[in-house]
């Protein structure tokens, strides 16, 4: 029987039947031996041999009955206990098979000094750990420990914290996470942020699949907060406790003294830091808010904080009171904070972010106590309203206040719990949400970035940013639209405040750095872009709010409107940029008719829309566009290019000469002083340009003309365009010498040639002078008009050519006046020997009408020329002395005179025999009145010119007239 066998035996035999998990044998054999087997003993053996995998409810009950010494199971006496296991040792052999057990020790390995000392706590934590070390099966310890968690606090509160967080995460949240989860033993010793990393690291990082808590599911983070690190946060008191026991058993009382001061020097020891491990949890959900924001907001809206947890019933009453009141209300502060810092730490700009924003302020005005914001949708009018220095940021100068190791700093100027920051929270939201809906995305952090750190340039880039956006939308808007927009930025720009005030210059919003006027601008430049004219002109010109002078409405107008013609491709006004600049040209032209500067882009798009309808090439191949007007130093050179691209285009002088007056206009030409364009000055200056772009491009026309071999066109254009009138040129004075005697010269500064100079008139004689020696490509000899026409040209020439330019012009009137000599004698040549041979002229006495005395000179009597030169020589009879040398300048200069203006009729009022000094006088002896009178030019051009060479060739030569010389 079982009380004849030895204490050893009765080891051996417990240690048989526990190996083989034969509770029911143990449960009967052992009670009736407690004087060889102890209840510390039988439980040693039951941690040592009984199988882990063993079903806990199969023992718990007897485990129960060993640690307490009570066995109420009356039937154990009817179970056989076989002895036979133990019967054949020998007593001896059992005594040393005792001897050599290696029996665990009831308490656990790291096991709290301030933990129950009784059996049955110690054996079910150590059994506990050797279940899920030895085989894995973390679900049987529930089954062990359950059953005891009315035992002691103790049980509750490792059970709580220890084995409920883990089963959960590996068996009912995430069973089929891949891995490796920590030891039941090695979780326990997890402290501060080791353990809340193990417990959340399935929610870390973006979620796929995470429900949203206002669908009526809990989300994954809310869920993990409250059953995974809320029981795990249970047994805060108790691993703190256990640290403190453990730095007493590293040293004395100076090692506690030494770490809590390292706690205080960490800063935990502020006014509301308490040294909770929940105190890791914030900044967590700072850092997960930066990746996956929408997780954050979910877990926001399911979970209350600190004090809402989920225990799984186990522990007694409410599952809030394991904290005190003074910390939870302190964790809950800092809760708030960290929603606060998470809509600031996150950087997404998207929609469901500022969604998601927007009910995290619905969830603070709830823990808050605060009126619930407006919905998003709400118009900018009903939007609520803050006092103005809440919008002020003091307490910060730099960006890295917002940064996310920073946003939970004490006494955060946007994070602390307060009414101030929860407006400034609803702003930032609302404020994200208008940028958003105005096309340009921007997160909250950085909204708070644009508004308190932004200087007034970087804002003022955002708005033109977003203006351009609204510009380029694709989508067309109508006012209604457009008028929308503008009340957004005017929010953006005062959030509200002082509204009403149009002398406000900056505003409280988050774009309020920028000038009231410079954002009236852009808007106006947005209006103008997009060709809502018509609201730009409501708002701005006739509205009775003066939100812009007049005078820089009108710069602004302008300047879009030669933005949009530089842009151009095209000069053609019906199409492309300059039909845009045209159009804004035209819709504020009627509130600037009397503007100087509209009527130069008025002058400018037309000449640009004029010089479309030519072909034009740059250099280097490149097309004209309208831009290389505004960009050219020369802008009429441009109409240089058309006529040498564009065959014929000569004819068109008119054309041409209108595109110059409007360049001139425009103020592209010739602006070199700022005078007022308004005044009788700057109006007169004016038409001195005009006019002098006329002769330029009628010269450039002549070039062309001359290029394409068409004289008469060339000498039409300088007959008609380039040649002074009587009125423009003075007849030369002379000065008689103070001596008495009759030898007159020209005044010089009174001369033709120099009121020609005065008047500028440098394009008219290069004109002249280039046709006056045009000589046409084909090889075919010139007509005797040419000549007379070519010389007629080399005589305005030298009436207009300064005095440096006038040999170069002599001798292209000698070259041409040869050529028509020699034509004029060929023809003369040509005609007599016609006649001759009609007359039969070889026997002059043969034929009738014959009047040639014999021996006679027939060229006495035809040749003119003959006679005229003998007139030149001196030839008037023999035995008179030669000529003089002025007396030859004389005959030279109206010789002249004669052939220089061979169409001159017989209207010339001196006689041929006149003396040359008569001829002087008689024009030095004019008045002014008679020098008034109109004369043909062409006279006016002989008698001048025929002065000129008799005064000049004479005293060049130093001669002296016949008359001084019969004097001495």
Not at 23 to 34: G, N, Q, V
Not at 103 to 124: C, G, N, V
Not at 211 to 234: C, T
Not at 325 to 349: G, M, R
């Amino acid at each position: 029987m079982a009380k004849d066998l030895s204490p050893a035996k009765c080891i051996l035999l417990t240690i048989h039947y526990a190996s083989e998990g034969n509770i029911k044998a143990l449960h009967s054999f052992t009670p009736t031996r407690l004087d060889a087997l102890s209840p510390k003993l039988v439980l040693e053996i039951l941690l040592t041999y009984l199988p882990e995998s063993l079903d806990p409810s199969e023992y718990t009950t007897y485990v129960s009955e060993v640690a307490s010494r009570l066995y109420l199971d009356v039937e154990r006496e009817d179970i056989h206990v076989d002895l036979s296991p133990v019967n054949d040792i020998d007593e001896e052999q059992a005594k040393k098979r005792v001897k050599k057990l290696n029996l665990l020790d009831i308490q656990p390995p790291s096991f709290p000094p301030d933990a129950p000392p009784d059996l049955l706590t110690r054996f079910l934590c150590h059994r506990s750990y050797r279940i899920d070390s030895e085989t894995g099966l973390l679900n049987l310890v529930p089954q062990l420990i359950e059953p005891f968690l009315k035992q002691n606090d103790y049980i509750r509160t490792w059970y709580i914290s220890v084995v409920l967080p883990l089963t959960r995460l590996q068996l009912e949240y995430y069973p089929d996470d891949d891995v490796e989860a920590p030891s039941l033993s090695n979780f326990e010793k997890m402290e501060g942020k080791e353990g809340m990393d193990v417990l959340l690291r399935h929610v870390t990082g973006p979620q796929q699949n995470n429900q949203s808590g206002g669908s009526g599911v809990e989300s994954e983070v809310a869920r993990d907060l409250k059953g995974l690190v809320g029981p795990w946060m249970y047994g805060h008191t108790e691993r703190k406790r256990r640290k403190l026991y453990r730095s007493r058993d590293d040293g004395t009382a100076e090692g506690l003294t030494r770490d809590m001061r390292r706690i205080s020097l960490n800063g935990i020891s502020s006014e509301h830091k308490t040294g909770h491990d929940w105190e890791h949890v914030f900044p967590w959900m700072v850092t997960q808010a930066r990746e996956d924001f929408r997780s954050i907001t979910q877990a926001i809206e399911d979970w209350d904080g600190p004090g809402d947890v989920d225990l799984g019933g186990f522990s007694p009453g409410n599952a809030g009171t394991y904290l005190d009141e003074d910390t939870q209300s302190k964790l809950e502060s800092q809760y708030a904070q960290a929603v606060f810092a998470s809509c600031y730490a996150v950087e997404a700009d998207t929609e469901d972010t500022v969604q998601g924003a927007h009910g995290v302020l619905a969830r603070l005005a709830a823990l808050l106590d605060f009126i619930p914001p407006p919905d998003l949708a709400t118009s900018v009018e009903s939007l609520p309203k803050l006092e103005r220095h809440a919008a002020r940021l003091e307490n910060s100068n730099t960006t890295a206040d917002l940064e996310p190791n920073a946003l939970l700093s004490s006494e955060h100027p946007l994070t602390t719990p307060r009414f101030e920051t929860y407006m400034l929270l609803q702003m930032m939201v609302y404020s994200a949400y208008q940028f958003n809906g105005l096309g340009y995305p921007i997160s909250l952090v950085n909204a708070a970035k644009l508004h308190f750190y932004a200087a007034p340039e970087e804002q003022l880039a955002t708005l033109k940013k977003i203006l351009h956006g609204l510009g380029n939308g694709g989508a067309r808007k109508d006012d209604a639209q457009r008028t929308a927009d503008r009340a957004k930025l005017m929010w953006l720009w005062n959030w509200g405040i002082d509204s009403d005030d149009d002398s406000a210059t900056e505003g409280a919003g988050v774009l309020g750095k920028i000038p009231r006027q410079s954002f009236e601008e852009e808007m106006l430049r947005c209006f103008t872009e997009t060709s809502a004219y018509q609201l730009a002109i409501n708002l701005y010109l006739v509205s009775a709010q003066n939100y812009l002078p007049a005078q820089r409405i009108e710069e602004v107008v302008l300047e879009e409107a030669m933005e949009a013609y530089d842009g151009a491709s095209n000069g053609n006004k019906t199409r492309g940029g300059v039909k845009k600049a045209n159009d804004i040209i035209s819709a504020f032209r009627p509130y600037f008719s009397e503007s100087p500067r509209f009527q130069e882009a008025i002058a400018l798009i037309a000449a640009t829309h004029a010089l479309s309808f030519y072909s034009l090439t740059l250099q280097h191949g490149v097309p004209f566009q309208p831009v290389s007007i505004r960009v050219s130093k020369d802008p009429i050179g441009l109409i240089s290019k058309v006529l040498e691209q564009n065959p014929r285009s000569y004819t068109k002088v008119d054309d041409l000469v209108s595109i110059s007056r409007n360049l001139v206009t425009a103020g592209l030409v010739g602006a070199e002083s700022d005078s007022d364009g308004d005044g009788v000055n700057g109006q007169a200056d004016l038409e001195i340009r005009r006019k002098d772009a006329e002769r330029r491009v009628a010269f450039m026309a002549i070039e062309a003309a001359l290029r394409e071999d068409d004289f008469e066109t060339a000498y039409s254009y300088i007959m008609n365009r380039l040649s002074p009138s009587s009125a423009d040129i003075e007849a030369p004075k002379v000065e008689r010498r103070p001596s008495g005697k009759h030898h007159f010269r020209m005044s010089s500064k009174e001369s033709a040639r120099s009121k020609a100079a005065a008047s500028d008139d440098d394009v008219s004689w290069r004109a002249a002078f280039l046709a006056g020696r045009y000589r046409p490509a084909s090889a075919s000899p010139p007509s005797l008009r040419r000549l007379e026409q070519r010389t007629e040209l080399l005589s305005l020439a030298l009436l207009l050519a300064p005095v440096h330019q006038l040999t170069e012009i002599l001798a292209a009137w000698r070259r041409c006046e040869e050529e028509m000599t020699s034509l004029q004698r060929a023809q003369q040549e040509a005609e007599e020997d016609f006649d001759n041979r009609a007359h039969k002229r070889q026997n002059a006495s043969a034929l009738p009408g014959n009047f040639t005395v014999q021996d006679e000179d027939e060229g006495m009597v035809l040749n003119q020329k003959r006679r005229e030169m003998g007139r030149m020589t001196g030839k008037t009879g023999e035995g008179e002395a030669p000529v003089s040398m002025f007396d030859l300048t004389r005959s030279a200069a109206q010789a002249f005179s004669k052939n220089a203006f061979p169409l001159r009729g017989a209207a010339a009022s001196s006689t041929g025999n006149a003396s040359m000094e008569e001829s002087v006088v008689s024009l030095g002896s004019e008045t002014e009145a008679d020098a008034q009178q109109r004369v043909r030019r062409r006279d006016m051009i002989a008698n001048t010119v025929s002065g000129g060479l008799a005064s000049g060739l004479g005293w060049v030569l130093g001669a002296t007239p016949a008359s001084q010389q019969q004097e001495r």
